[in-house]
């Protein structure tokens, strides 16, 4: 059993990273990510390094360079680490946030190669569709962190709404951002917050529409090569 699992991981790493990303969503409902948490903090901490890890092992199966992954995972790591041994100080912080932005924006581009490097669909590349995904949400949840400790009080929300958003929350907006579903109670309320929330939506929009629209005419130019 684990001997066809780790095959099926290797075959398809696209797979294994939206399934992580998606427990991760799990995880942090059940884990405080306060500052006075440590134990919380060092949990999703270690959650985030392993997210980093698998994520490089996706990328380094697409077209894209692997030593520019190394070269922008390793520092998330470290920043990571870093961040949490910190106490979450703002230079260490928002140094991690940007470094993440960067590290999920190459990832999304290599799996966007990935998806559209040629014109077979494979298995793991419909699991890409997802992973990629995924991805952009984080990516686009780090981008908030980054904007909030820069413009303290972009983010106002029904629950302490004057306090900084959690990163829990951060992820939430972006994930109802992202699937334009509407925004969540969390609100941007500073120009530069409501700026970047414009521009996730309509990426997210082009990113849905491209995808499906791409999976439906190769499968369809498939079936019409078969008959």
Do not use: C
């Amino acid at each position: 059993m684990a001997r066809r699992a780790w095959l099926f991981v290797r075959r398809n790493p696209s797979a294994a990273l939206l399934v992580v990303q998606l427990l991760g969503i799990l995880l942090y409902a059940f884990v405080d990510d306060s500052p006075a948490n440590s134990l919380g903090r060092l949990t999703l901490t270690l959650f985030g390094m392993l997210v980093v890890v698998l994520a490089l092992g996706v990328v380094r199966a697409t077209p894209t360079y692997t030593w520019l992954g190394v070269l922008i995972g390793i520092p998330a790591v470290i920043l990571t680490v870093i961040d949490w041994a910190t106490g979450g100080t703002t230079g260490w912080h928002l140094a991690s946030d940007i470094v993440h932005v960067a590290f999920y924006g190459y990832t999304l581009v290599g799996l966007l190669r990935y998806m559209f490097d040629d014109e077979t669909v494979t298995n793991d590349e419909i699991w890409a569709i997802g992973a990629t995904f995924t991805v952009a949400i984080w990516l686009w949840a780090y981008a908030y962190s980054v904007v909030q400790t820069l413009v303290p009080g972009s983010f106002t929300a029904a629950v302490d709404p004057e306090g900084q958003r959690s990163w829990m929350e951060l992820l939430f907006l972006s994930t109802t951002t992202m699937s334009s579903t509407g925004l969540s109670d969390v609100v941007p309320v500073k120009p530069v917050a409501r700026s970047v929330v414009m521009v996730q939506q309509i990426a997210g929009m082009l990113y849905l529409a491209v995808a499906v629209s791409r999976i439906v005419g190769l499968t369809l130019g498939r079936r019409r090569k078969d008959a």
